[in-house]
């Protein structure tokens, strides 16, 4: 997984570690070991992540560089 993009995805939106870990309704602590590498994500909270940033897990996850969401079926 690329921890990194995590990072810079919250970045860009200006957000703390304390921000994104409510959104997902983790400590920050918790949200922390994420970003670090430490703990995988749990399913659930990638896909809350990719709903709030807008775009897929693909992307959170590094597998595709392509930051718009997969469109609806």
Do not use: C, F, W
């Amino acid at each position: 997984m690329n921890i990194q993009r995590l990072k810079e995805i919250r970045e860009d939106k200006d957000l703390y570690q304390k921000n994104v870990a409510e959104i997902i309704n983790v400590t920050q602590q918790q949200y922390n070991k994420y970003e670090l590498g430490i703990n995988s994500i749990p399913i659930e909270k990638l896909d809350k992540l990719a709903t709030y940033y807008n775009t897929s897990i693909d992307y959170l996850v590094g597998r595709t560089n392509e930051k718009k969401p997969y469109p609806k079926k």
